[in-house]
């Protein structure tokens, strides 16, 4: 990533955490000024219920008051029961009012100073109405006459005059209150809502300008990818061309190593036979010299002559030196024919085809069953999933590791191998195990070398069958792995695609 893209990269990322925090402030802002909004706005309703109480409760009072005045006048008992309503719901209509005013100090003492004087203003309805009932009805009509006016009449006015007038100043300053806090809700909600447009204007432009970045960086990369495939194809079909180059060598160096092999192989025969002459002249030139008896007449020219002291450790050395280089030649010969055989499998095509695995290694099994049986060992199979692949190669792959898990068994301990396999993810994956020798965690690739083999070199071979194994493997598009401890066992685990087409390692080699 280049220094633009990550200063791009870090600004877009520093606009959304702004904005995001932007929001977040803005959403608490008006959380908080909508919930003092609204109890702004209870204070301004609770204002005009008190003031719709005080008027209820005036009216009521004037109600008794009418009422009374009106069954003073006539005595009827419509009168008697109106007032009598009115005076029952009086003192309902206070507590109500003191429940409301529980806020305010002075609507407290107001509303103290209200209830005294309605008390008493009810006394005096209650004491004309009683001289009525007694017949005392021109005295309660003097009364009325000529005192239409108490103190307690004037308190109930005065008090209530109080009592609006300070709900009036509490409306007026609470409907200022509640007019700011939604004023300021509103600018907040509108500030907020400005400062995220901008930002979304600022991302927009810096998306544009990532996504013309982008453009030209997939140009870039498309171009590259081009060029880069076309690198690869060239280099491939050089690698595929040297890779043909080194099998036609390899297969002209054996064969041609053959032509002095055998002269060698010859040479070395003729050598032999030359070794009896040799030697037998030498004996009959001891025993002319030492007058000792000469050969008997039926002695054949291939009877090992009698020699003595240096002329015997002599023939010694001569008839070790020609086994060490036969052995050295037989050995060259079995490198030069694997050799030969590696390259002519590396020109093989192989042709995937449906194989059963669990029937291809039961006839391995089969083969090596006289093998197994004298070395002690049973080898047991679990799942095999079938797969598409190559026929030989798999065939060649589990014989290698079959015949080196027998091979290679501990002296005195039967042998275990199991060969079982599971799929995961388009591949089957194959573990051939033993309880053999094991292999020195040193040895773990050098085993995979053409030509070097690890541990104590008590069996035939000439190091090339896993190396062989793994380029299979290889060419078939899998890979191969062991895991094992010296004198514990070894695990050879083979991970194959199980739907190979030919078309990737196989057209690589």
């Given at each position: 990533?280049?220094?633009?893209?990550?200063?791009?990269?870090?600004?877009?990322?520093?606009?959304?955490?702004?904005?995001?925090?932007?929001?977040?402030?803005?959403?608490?802002?008006?959380?908080?000024?909508?919930?003092?909004?609204?109890?702004?706005?209870?204070?301004?309703?609770?204002?005009?219920?008190?003031?719709?109480?005080?008027?209820?409760?005036?009216?009521?009072?004037?109600?008794?008051?009418?009422?009374?005045?009106?069954?003073?006048?006539?005595?009827?008992?419509?009168?008697?029961?109106?007032?009598?309503?009115?005076?029952?719901?009086?003192?309902?209509?206070?507590?109500?009012?003191?429940?409301?005013?529980?806020?305010?100090?002075?609507?407290?003492?107001?509303?103290?100073?209200?209830?005294?004087?309605?008390?008493?203003?009810?006394?005096?309805?209650?004491?004309?109405?009683?001289?009525?009932?007694?017949?005392?009805?021109?005295?309660?009509?003097?009364?009325?006459?000529?005192?239409?006016?108490?103190?307690?009449?004037?308190?109930?006015?005065?008090?209530?005059?109080?009592?609006?007038?300070?709900?009036?100043?509490?409306?007026?300053?609470?409907?200022?209150?509640?007019?700011?806090?939604?004023?300021?809700?509103?600018?907040?909600?509108?500030?907020?809502?400005?400062?995220?447009?901008?930002?979304?204007?600022?991302?927009?432009?810096?998306?544009?300008?990532?996504?013309?970045?982008?453009?030209?960086?997939?140009?870039?990369?498309?171009?590259?990818?081009?060029?880069?495939?076309?690198?690869?194809?060239?280099?491939?079909?050089?690698?595929?061309?040297?890779?043909?180059?080194?099998?036609?060598?390899?297969?002209?160096?054996?064969?041609?190593?053959?032509?002095?092999?055998?002269?060698?192989?010859?040479?070395?025969?003729?050598?032999?036979?030359?070794?009896?002459?040799?030697?037998?002249?030498?004996?009959?030139?001891?025993?002319?010299?030492?007058?000792?008896?000469?050969?008997?007449?039926?002695?054949?020219?291939?009877?090992?002559?009698?020699?003595?002291?240096?002329?015997?450790?002599?023939?010694?050395?001569?008839?070790?030196?020609?086994?060490?280089?036969?052995?050295?030649?037989?050995?060259?010969?079995?490198?030069?024919?694997?050799?030969?055989?590696?390259?002519?499998?590396?020109?093989?095509?192989?042709?995937?085809?449906?194989?059963?695995?669990?029937?291809?290694?039961?006839?391995?099994?089969?083969?090596?069953?006289?093998?197994?049986?004298?070395?002690?060992?049973?080898?047991?199979?679990?799942?095999?999933?079938?797969?598409?692949?190559?026929?030989?190669?798999?065939?060649?792959?589990?014989?290698?590791?079959?015949?080196?898990?027998?091979?290679?068994?501990?002296?005195?301990?039967?042998?275990?191998?199991?060969?079982?396999?599971?799929?995961?993810?388009?591949?089957?994956?194959?573990?051939?195990?033993?309880?053999?020798?094991?292999?020195?965690?040193?040895?773990?690739?050098?085993?995979?070398?053409?030509?070097?083999?690890?541990g104590t070199q008590d069996k035939p071979g000439q190091g090339i069958g896993?190396?062989?194994?793994?380029?299979?493997?290889?060419?078939?598009?899998?890979?191969?792995?062991?895991?094992?401890?010296?004198?514990?066992?070894?695990?050879?685990?083979?991970?194959?695609?199980?739907?190979?087409?030919?078309?990737?390692?196989?057209?690589?080699?």
């Open positions: 990533m280049t220094p633009v893209s990550r200063r791009r990269t870090a600004l877009q990322i520093l606009l959304l955490s702004a904005g995001f925090l932007v929001l977040i402030a803005v959403s608490v802002a008006s959380i908080l000024l909508v919930n003092k909004a609204r109890d702004d706005n209870a204070w301004v309703v609770h204002t005009v219920e008190v003031e719709s109480q005080i008027a209820n409760l005036l009216v009521e009072v004037r109600r008794a008051e009418s009422a009374t005045r009106a069954y003073l006048l006539t005595s009827a008992p419509q009168y008697l029961t109106e007032y009598q309503t009115a005076a029952t719901g009086i003192p309902v209509a206070l507590d109500h009012l003191s429940k409301l005013t529980t806020d305010n100090p002075a609507q407290i003492a107001n509303s103290a100073k209200l209830r005294t004087a309605i008390e008493q203003r009810l006394a005096e309805f209650a004491l004309g109405i009683d001289r009525v009932k007694n017949n005392d009805v021109a005295t309660s009509v003097a009364i009325l006459r000529n005192n239409t006016s108490t103190d307690a009449l004037e308190a109930i006015a005065k008090i209530g005059r109080d009592m609006r007038a300070e709900e009036d100043r509490l409306f007026a300053l609470r409907t200022a209150t509640a007019d700011r806090t939604q004023v300021l809700a509103s600018s907040v909600t509108i500030a907020g809502s400005c400062m995220v447009l901008a930002l979304a204007g600022f991302s927009i432009v810096l998306l544009r300008r990532s996504s013309q970045a982008r453009d030209e960086a997939e140009a870039r990369l498309l171009d590259n990818n081009l060029n880069l495939e076309a690198t690869v194809d060239e280099r491939t079909a050089d690698l595929r061309e040297a890779n043909e180059e080194i099998q036609r060598f390899a297969y002209i160096v054996s064969h041609d190593l053959r032509s002095p092999l055998v002269n060698i192989m010859g040479f070395t025969s003729e050598l032999e036979e030359l070794r009896g002459d040799i030697f037998k002249r030498i004996a009959t030139l001891n025993r002319a010299t030492s007058l000792a008896p000469a050969m008997p007449d039926d002695a054949t020219d291939t009877a090992e002559p009698e020699l003595e002291g240096s002329d015997k450790q002599l023939s010694d050395d001569f008839t070790e030196s020609l086994a060490f280089i036969k052995s050295s030649i037989a050995k060259m010969d079995r490198l030069i024919t694997a050799i030969l055989n590696l390259t002519r499998e590396g020109r093989r095509e192989f042709k995937p085809e449906r194989v059963d695995v669990r029937e291809l290694i039961e006839s391995i099994v089969k083969t090596v069953a006289h093998q197994a049986a004298e070395s002690s060992a049973a080898i047991q199979l679990g799942a095999l999933p079938t797969m598409v692949s190559d026929r030989l190669a798999l065939e060649q792959i589990f014989s290698n590791l079959i015949d080196n898990a027998l091979k290679y068994l501990k002296d005195g301990v039967p042998g275990a191998i199991t060969i079982e396999g599971r799929t995961k993810l388009g591949f089957a994956i194959y573990e051939v195990k033993d309880n053999g020798r094991g292999i020195d965690a040193k040895d773990h690739q050098r085993i995979f070398d053409l030509f070097r083999r690890a896993l190396a062989h194994v793994r380029a299979l493997v290889r060419r078939l598009g899998g890979t191969m792995s062991v895991a094992s401890e010296l004198h514990n066992g070894s695990t050879f685990t083979i991970t194959l695609p199980i739907n190979w087409t030919g078309k990737n390692r196989d057209r690589e080699s």
